[in-house]
């Protein structure tokens, strides 16, 4: 058995606004899981899971916007419906979606560091579009690396049958999220951040 | 959906933290033992991890019905054989159904260990799950896992049905007739306008109520019977390293 005995040691004014914020973007990822669009190519929808990285990384930056993506792991492993099409638990993490999962985080922190440096946050709307669509481009090739790979891996087949069971038909769906990345930055939404 | 039940059944019994270890050892054992036999093992381990938890193979399978089509697609996939001559740039698609069988294996890994985590959800309040992790977990990193965990689950609720009535509210006014990016942002701008707006108002009540570091758990005690699933989770990392 373990207990608390020591006084009580309050949380730092910004770490609490942060922390709040974190764990709003990991909900909302998970939220986004849910929200999906007929593809044309595939009989698995598309859904905006990858756009909450994208936006995590973007409005967070890089370090609690990789604090927000594991977040989102920790909820999902402890059985929050939030993983793709809602599954949830540990299974996932070292299933065949491990490399797509464990990529999230570290895709957040990149995509943050690209656009913000490291040097504090600048307001998402003063950042360049080159900036904003390089370091989601960045993002996407390691989600997508990681998680070809993952799917190999586990799954025992070739990185080109991995890929195309597992990506192909998803990778073009990210140029219009990353369109859509960039329009709700320039849109009024970024300036409730 | 699988969530958590309540009950008196052996793994409801046990403490989160046997059940994250047995679940780890498991997933190794699975790995390492990608096998035939191996594998006809480990369907009895997990098959004695859902009687544990009596919980219905059909209804942990359902669970996780969407990995299902990729689970096939792999094994599947790997049948179809292109080849390239690569002089004439001439290719050639064969069968090969002995290329499907080290897949199939693996396939078949995966599902066991979804079927053994879908007993852990199963058998373990969400309460205790961030306890064990905030335990596992050492210092001021656990409890912000803790923390971050226990806000998802509070707010994932809202901030999907958030997003289902934005999506309601654009369908109605035709909104489903727009470009595909032009819908996304839509949905996103608006999601993120919510989760902002929430998340100021959740760190201002935090504030208000002097959010610690330390804050009380309910208790985790190892109990006897967690002996048993301690012994479970060591014999299967002990096979792990035994190697095949």
Redesign the interface.
Known sequence: MSTETESVELVGEDVVGNVARAALFAALTGAFAYVSFPNPISPVPVSLQVLGVFLAGIFLGPVWGGVSLAFYLAAGAAGAPIFSAGSAGFGPLVGYTAGYLWSYPIAAALIGATVHGFDGLDDPETVGTVRLVGGMLAGTVVIYALGTVGFALVQNVGLVEAFAVSALAFVPFEAVKIAAAVGVVRSDAAAAA | ????RSGDSLAHRLDPRTK?LA??AF?AAA?AH?TPSGLAWLTVVALAFLAAGRLSPVRAIR??L??L???V???L??VVEVDVSPGSGAWAVGIDPAAAF??L???YR?LL??????V??HA?P?RD??AA?Q?LVPGRVGR??G???A???R??P???S???RI?EASNARLGSERP??????L???????R??????R??LA??AR?????P?LP???FERIDAVGLLVALALAGATLLGP
């Open positions: 959906m699988l969530t958590y994250l679940q780890a997933a790995f990608t669970g996780y969407p990995a089509p990729f689970l697609a792999a094994p996939l790997s080290e897949p294996l693996a396939s995966v260990i979804l079927l053994v985590s879908a852990y959800l373990t969400v799950t961030r992790i335990r912000l896992l923390v971050g965990v806000l998802v689950f707010f994932l809202l901030l999907r958030d997003l289902g999506r595909l990016r032009a819908r996304m942002q949905v996103a701008s608006a999601g993120i306008r989760a902002f707006g929430r998340a100021d959740l760190a935090l504030r002097c959010f610690a570091w330390n009380t208790e985790l005690r």
